[in-house]
């Protein structure tokens, strides 16, 4: 179910971004995950940008809810790892994907 590292961009629709609905999902010990949270710091993503984080390596809940995300992006369940952020819609998997969305957010 882990796909660290490889970024995807997988749009569902062409509904615009809601900030309040933007919720990134990571696992406590992944080195991608952390690279994400790094440059959430450097970069104050939190002060500028409304979003949500959910664990998923412990929390069972929180792992059912990104599946959920992902089959709603028409993703197989087998094909998603973290991080992986679901904004409005719209997923993106892997650091890189990732900070390029928070890049053009700010």
């Not at 590292?5 to 997988?10: D, K, L, P």
């Not at 949500?52 to 094909?79: I, M």
């Not at 973290?82 to 990732?98: D, M, N, Q, Y």
């Amino acid at each position: 179910m882990i796909l660290a590292g490889v970024s995807f961009f997988f749009p569902k629709n062409n509904q615009p971004n809601n900030s309040s609905s933007i919720i990134l999902f990571y696992g406590i010990g992944c080195p991608h995950c952390a690279k994400v949270e790094e440059f959430i710091k450097e970069n104050q993503i939190k002060e500028k940008i409304s979003f949500q984080e959910r664990e998923v390596y412990f929390n069972k809940n929180n792992a059912n809810e990104l599946a959920q995300k992902a089959k709603e992006c028409g993703l197989p369940t087998d094909e998603i790892g973290v991080p992986f952020l679901w904004a409005g819609g719209k997923c993106f998997i892997g650091e890189t994907e990732i900070i390029n969305f928070f890049k053009e957010k700010i």
